[in-house]
C-alpha cells in the first residue's frame, strides 16, 4: 500500500508539471498582452519594452515557463524582478499579480479558508441528506416517501444553481431579512465567532448542496435497491438477522462504496473552487479569485489557482483509491 | 386442492403430525405485466433424517416454494397462501419477529452460487460467526470456536487460517463448504439445499453430496434438495416431487421416479440425462418447447403445449381440463395426467424405457 502511494503521487507530480505547461502556452496563445496590462494608462513604446525586460516577456517562451517553473521546483523559491528592484519569492512561488503585484501564493491561500468552509460546510449537508433521502426512498420504492424523494432530486438537478442561490439570497435576506447581507469579513470563523460565520455561510451552503445532494439521493437509491436485490442479502435474512442489521451492516456498507468514489471526486474538485455559489454570495474564495485571474489576463494568477485546484483533483484520486482498496477487500493495491 | 404427498418414509413414531407438512402452498407475484403465479398448489410431507428432492426446469416454482419455507417473501409484494406446518408451528401465517427466530437456527438454506451469496465485504469466518450469535447470546469466542470447527467439518483445510480469509479467497468448492458451514452454525433440523452443486464440477459435487449425507446422518436432520439435476436427486434422496409450471405434476419415491414414471414430463426429464451406456444413435433428447408463462398459464394440462402424447386422450380435456394429482397403485405415487394409467404404463415400457 506504502509503495502504491509513493508511486501515484510520482505520477502526481508528472500530471502538474503537464497541467502547468498547457495552462502557461494556452495562456500565450490568446492575443493577451500582459506588458500593456502592466505598464497601465501611460503607455508608450518605451515603457513597454521596459517591461517586457523586467518580466522577461522577451525571453522565448520555453524560458519563461522554464524561469516560473524554478519557482516551484526548487527549494529557495526565485527572484522576480528587474536588476534594482529585485525581489525574493519564496517557496511554493507562483510569482506576482500582473494586476497588482500581490504574489500569488499570498493571495491563494488567503482565499483558500473560504473555500475550504464553503466546500466542506456543504459536503456535510449534501452527504447528510443525500444518503438520508436515498436510503429512505430505496427502502420505501414505490411509495409516497420514494416518489418524493425522486420528486425532489429531479427539482435539485434540474434547478440551475445561479437562479437557486439568488432567489434564497432574496428571499432569506432582501424580503424576510432574516439574515444579514453577505459579508466576506464574516467567512473568518475564529475572528467573527460561530453566530455570524453560521449566518454567513448557511445560504451558500445550501445554495451548493441542492445539486449534490439531488445527485447523491439518486445514487444512493440506486445502489440500495439494487444492493437489497443481491443473494447476500437474501443470506443476510436467511440466517435470521433482524432488517435494521440487513439494511445497515449488509446493505448499506455495500451501497455506500461508490458513493465514497465520487464523493471524493467531488469534495477534491470543489476545493478548487465553486465558482458560481462564491460569486452570487460575494464569497472571496478561490472560485471568485479564479474568475477575477481570468478576466484581467493575470497569467501568474490563472497558473496558480489552476495548478492548485489540480492537485485536489489529483490527491483526492489518490485517497480515493486507497479508500476504496480498504472498503472493498477485493480491491488489492499493488 | 387438498392433495396430498405421504411421505413414502418410515411410519412417523410420533404418529401424528409429520416435521414438515406443506399444504396446497401457492406464491404469486403481483407485477406490472399481470399476476405471476409461481406455485400453485404444492403439497408435501418430510421427516427428519429424510431427504426430499424437487425438481424440475428453470421457472417451474422449486426456489419460490423453499424461499416461502424460509418465510422470505414477507415483506415483499408476494402473495403466499396454504399452510406450512414446521413441527407444529404454521409459518405461513407466523409473524416476522417470530419466523426470524426460526431462520437459521430451525431452518438453515443453503444458496446457489455462494459467490453472491456471501458478502464480499466481510471475512468467511465473521459471516459464519454472525449466523451463530444471532441465536445465541454466547461470547466470540465460542462462536469462533464453533466456525473454525465446521469449517474443519466440511473440509477446509487450515481452518483456523481460513477463518479470516474473504469469500473471494476461496475457490468456488470452498465457498460452497463454507456456505454449508453457514447453514450448520446452529444444528438446523431442516435444511434447503438450493441446487448446492449447480455451479461446481462434477468431482466436487460429488464431495459436497457425500459431506450432506455424512452431516445428515450426524445431526438427523430433514433435508430439502432443490435441483434440476436427476443426478443428485438420485443419489441424495427418498422422495422425489416433479414440478412443472408451479404445480406438481408427480410425485413418489426415488424408485416410482426412475423406474415407473408415468407422466410425460418425467420421461422427458429422464430422457435428456446423459449416460454412458446408452444405446442407439447416442443422442440426447431434449423436451421441445418453452416453459410456459406463468402469468398465462395454460387452462387445462400445464405440459399440454409440449406433450407429444396427448394423441392418447380422448377429447380435448388435455387443453380444457387441469388433470388432478392422483393416486395411482398403492404407495406415495401421484401422477397429474388425463392419459389413463394402464396406457401410460405401456407408453412407458414400450417407447419410453428402451430409449433410456
Known sequence: MGRYVIRRLLQTVVILIVISAITFFLFWATPANPALLICGKNCNSETVAQVNATYGFDDPLIVQ??????????????????????????????????QNGIPVWDSISDAFPATLWLAVGAAILWLFFGVLLGLIAALRKGKLVDKLSVGLALFGVSFPTLVFGYLLLFLFIVKLQWLPFP?????????????????FYILPWMTLALVFAALYTR???????????????????????DERTV??????????????TIFGLDLG?????AVITEQIFSITGLGKFAIDSVLSNDLPAIMGVVLFAAIFIVVANIVVDVLYAIIDPRVRLS | MTESVTSAALPDARAGKPFLEVKDLQVHFPTDDGLVKAVNGLSFTLERGKTLGIVGESGSGKSVSSLAIMGLHKGSRAQVSGEIWLDGSELVSMSVPEIRRLRGRQVAMIFQDPLSAMHPFYRVGDQLTEAYLVHNDAPKAVAKKRAVELLDRVGIPSPQKRFDDYPHQFSGGMRQRAMIAMALMCDPQLLIADEPTTALDVTVQAQILDLMMDLQKEFNSAIIMITHDLGVIAQMTQDVVVMYGGRVVETGNVRDIFYRPEMPYTWGLLG?????????????????????????????????????YQQ???????????????????????????????????LFAEQIKPKL
Request: aromatic content about 6%; charged content about 20%.
Open chain 1, 183 to 199: 459579508d466576506t469579513a464574516n467567512a473568518a470563523l475564529f475572528t467573527v465567532g460561530p453566530v455570524k460565520w453560521l449566518q
Open chain 1, 219 to 241: 445514487l444512493t437509491r440506486a445502489n440500495m435497491i439494487d444492493t437489497m436485490n443481491e443473494d447476500y442479502i437474501r443470506t443476510a435474512r436467511a440466517k435470521g438477522l
Open chain 1, 269 to 273: 474538485g470543489l476545493l478548487g473552487g
Open chain 1, 65 to 98: 515557463y522554464g524561469t516560473y517553473m524554478q519557482g516551484l521546483v526548487s527549494p529557495g523559491g526565485r527572484t522576480i524582478g528587474s536588476e534594482g528592484s529585485e525581489r525574493e519569492c519564496a517557496w511554493p512561488c507562483f510569482g506576482e499579480s500582473y
Open chain 2, 312 to 346: 392418447y386422450v380422448e377429447g380435448h380435456s388435455c387443453v380444457d381440463e387441469l388433470p388432478e394429482l392422483l393416486q395411482i397403485a398403492t404407495g406415495g405415487h401421484r401422477v397429474r395426467c388425463h392419459i389413463d394409467s394402464e396406457k401410460r404404463k405401456q
Open chain 2, 272 to 308: 435428456s440425462i446423459p449416460r454412458v451406456n446408452r444405446s442407439g444413435d447416442g443422442r440426447l433428447k431434449s423436451i421441445r418447447g418453452t416453459p410456459p408463462s406463468l402469468i398465462n398459464l395454460p387452462k387445462g394440462c400445464p405440459f399440454q403445449p409440449r406433450c407429444d
Open chain 1, 247 to 260: 439494511v445497515f451492516k449488509h446493505g448499506l456498507r455495500s451501497a455506500l462504496t461508490p458513493i465514497v
